[in-house]
Nanobody
Framework: VQLQASGGGLVQPGGSLRLSCAAS????????MGWYRQAPGKQRELVATIASGGTTKYADSVKGRFTISRDSAKNTVYLQMNSLKPEDTAVYYCNAGQYSSEGSYQPVFWGQGTQVTVSS
């Protein structure tokens, strides 16, 4: 397994979770890292990405609530999720990717998903 996600679970609305994704050194070094999510009956959507230099990008729906970060010493990317809402319920997938010349993030390697459920 080259990307291993963890940290999902059941949390009440307004609560917090931190997802982690440990990557192999080779995978972690290809450029960017990101998180996507897929809710039941919906398409997989981008949540957040982070470039090797630290530039981040977020979906509008999570701006101000989620924070993506990376630890190069541990080859790990994190997703801190605060003020969680029921609509954040989904399977969250980490990935490693590259950026096009236009700056668009393209996932290349995917990890297995971790379930996040926000419910009272």
């Amino acid at each position: 397994v080259q990307l291993q996600a963890s940290g999902g679970g059941l949390v009440q609305p307004g609560g917090s979770l931190r997802l982690s994704c440990a990557a192999s050194r080779v995978i972690f070094s290809i450029g960017g890292m990101g998180w996507y999510r897929q809710a039941p009956g919906k398409q997989r959507e981008l949540v957040a990405t982070i470039a090797s230099g630290g530039t981040t990008k977020y979906a509008d729906s999570v701006k101000g609530r989620f924070t993506i970060s990376r630890d190069s010493a541990k080859n790990t990317v994190y997703l801190q999720m605060n003020s969680l809402k029921p609509e954040d319920t989904a399977v969250y997938y980490c990935n490693a990717g590259q950026y096009s010349s236009e700056g668009s993030y393209q996932p290349v390697f995917w990890g297995q998903g971790t379930q996040v459920t926000v419910s009272s």
